[in-house]
């Protein structure tokens, strides 16, 4: 009985971090048309339709205007210039017959 306990809490857990709920949490939004399929991109977004928007605590109903574009993607800042890597210095040489000098 104690084992099947451990399963069905070690199920729990594991439907609760695979949950969308947890993204909810972190302030995102679920948004679904009104016929309940997902909105994933501004694009498949009804224009001047309704659609319904999920947050932890709830979800509200919204009409979309339909203003705008959708923004563009961001572009990635370059990374700053890095300073050129001192030129190494010159080795000894090598003694005949043997390693050269480590120091």
């Known amino acids: 009985m104690a084992d099947g306990a451990r399963r069905l809490e070690g199920q729990a857990k594991l439907l609760e971090t695979l949950s969308y709920r947890g993204v909810l949490a972190r302030g995102f939004a679920l948004v679904t048309t009104a016929e309940g399929h997902p909105v994933t991109k501004a694009a498949d977004a009804p224009a001047g339709g309704r659609v319904r928007v999920e947050f932890i605590d ?12 959708p923004a563009p993607a961001s572009v990635p800042t370059p990374a700053p210039a890095r300073e050129p890597a001192p030129a190494p210095k010159p080795r000894a040489a090598a003694r005949p017959g043997g390693q050269g000098s480590l120091f």
């Open 58 to 69: 709830g979800a509200v109903g919204a009409t979309l205007d339909g203003e705008g574009a």
